[in-house]
């Protein structure tokens, strides 16, 4: 890929969490192209290394590391291993998440009728174990790799932290309590931490993606014919630009707030590249 502007992240270490997936490879090799070492950390190491490979051949610098972001011990010696082969963290990119059908209805609405119906999940149905799955991946899947990573940040000018939150943050979209939920706590922790590392030089923001083709989300917005599902005509028909994004439309928020040039006085902030879904009311 071609960035669409260069930053000086030279010397640089980044890690990017969830670096496997096609969101955050494309980050990672953004990231990489602008000088920074990066190691890219994944639940699956093949997924991790393949990018990193890939990045290697072009005559990057990049790393893959198998890192669970539940697991603080997976995350530390994750840790550990990126600080003797690439050195300190200066850029995290808490990008792993997800969702997860045990906290996903299967309607939009509630209708009377729906509780008898045994073939549908409604909200009473809801797994408190999918759920707990769900908030613990997006909301402890960014603290805790933070608090592993940040320590190597604290003290040392120009670090930074991007985090991944989501439309659903601003406006929780149907069938996703558990997702929506836990994006909305991504947001509030990004402006908490930005507060509480301002006086130790770590800047802390977050990307916002509206909709992008993902293989998470194939399924639910892709028939079998390769048509749009009727959440996927839903969904464009919501965004004024009137598409779905491409991962590169990512890559220029998240250069500018890993930038210390271009956005050091950027803290606290969320910032929505969503084609315009936020600012439309449907009508």
Not at 177 to 200: D, E, I, R
């Amino acid at each position: 890929m071609t960035v669409p502007f260069v930053i000086d992240l030279a010397g640089k270490v980044a890690v990017v969490t969830g670096g496997g997936g096609v969101l955050c490879s494309r980050m990672a090799g953004a990231l990489a192209e602008c000088g920074a070492k990066v190691a890219v950390l994944d639940l699956d190491l093949g997924a991790a290394e393949a990018v990193a490979a890939a990045l290697r051949g072009r005559g990057l610098e990049a790393r893959g590391f198998q890192a669970d972001v539940l697991e603080r011990a997976s995350l530390e010696a994750a840790a550990q291993a990126v600080l003797a082969q690439l050195g300190p963290c200066d850029l995290l990119v808490n990008g792993a998440g997800g969702n997860h059908p045990k906290g996903t209805t299967s309607k939009e609405w509630l209708d009377a009728a729906d509780l008898a119906d045994p073939s549908l999940t409604t909200f009473f149905d809801l797994d408190p174990k999918g759920v707990g799955f769900v908030f613990n991946l997006n909301f402890l899947g960014t603290l805790i790799p933070t608090q592993v990573f940040a320590r190597q940040m604290v003290g040392r000018q120009g670090c930074s932290i991007i985090n991944m939150s989501s439309m659903n943050a601003f406006c929780p979209l149907t069938k996703i309590p558990a997702y929506s939920g836990a994006k909305a706590a991504v947001s509030n922790l990004t402006q908490w931490l930005a507060v509480h590392f301002a006086k130790v030089g770590i800047r802390v923001n977050a990307l916002a993606p509206g909709f992008f083709l993902t293989q998470q989300n194939e399924k639910l917005l892709v028939d079998g014919q390769g048509g749009f599902t009727a959440r996927a005509r839903k969904i464009v028909e919501h965004t004024p630009m009137g598409r779905f994004g491409q991962a590169e439309e990512l890559i220029g928020t998240l250069l500018w707030l890993a930038s210390e040039a271009g956005s050091g006085f950027v803290n606290g902030v969320v910032i929505p590249v969503d084609g315009g879904f936020s600012a439309y009311s449907g009508v």
